[in-house]
């Protein structure tokens, strides 16, 4: 049973950086497709950075293009998501995502589409305030 156990969400000034875990067991990563996603209250959830096995790339969106680096480490089996300049606006409960069976995730240099990743982790919260 494959099981994502999130980690490294906070309360962080403006400005400052965050760096949130994503420890898989169940399978390994760094054969699928990963994605780190973000909800903030009454929005739908949004794909952030994605490392795509199907498409051989790693695509950011434009929010955070610049500012957020996905990264796997394969020793670890943990995948990671570095956040630097935060803003208020990326508030947010982060999720992380792997996408191991078909129909495949949609992931375009612009999108990264939900639907189509298999497993979920629970959440951990990121608030950017002073």
């Known amino acids: 049973q494959v099981q994502l156990v999130e980690s490294g969400g906070d309360l962080v000034q403006p400005g400052g950086s965050l760096r949130l875990s994503c420890a898989a067991s169940?399978?390994?990563?760094?054969?699928?497709?990963v994605a780190w996603f973000r909800q903030a209250p009454g929005k739908e959830r949004e794909g952030l950075a994605c490392?795509?096995?199907?498409?051989?790339?790693?695509v950011y969106v434009d929010s955070v293009k610049g500012r957020y680096t996905i990264s796997v480490d394969k020793a670890e089996n943990t995948m990671y998501l570095q956040m630097n300049s935060l803003k208020p606006e990326d508030t947010a409960v982060y999720y992380c995502?792997?996408?191991?069976?078909?129909?495949?995730?949609?992931?375009?240099?612009?999108?990264?589409?939900?639907?189509?990743?298999?497993?979920w982790g629970q959440g951990t919260q990121v608030s950017v305030s002073s």
């Open positions: 995502a792997v996408d191991s069976d078909p129909p495949w995730a949609k992931v375009s240099s612009t999108s990264i589409g939900a639907d189509g990743f298999d497993s």
């Open positions: 169940g399978l390994t990563l760094d054969y699928y497709t």
């Open positions: 490392i795509s096995k199907i498409y051989e790339t790693t």
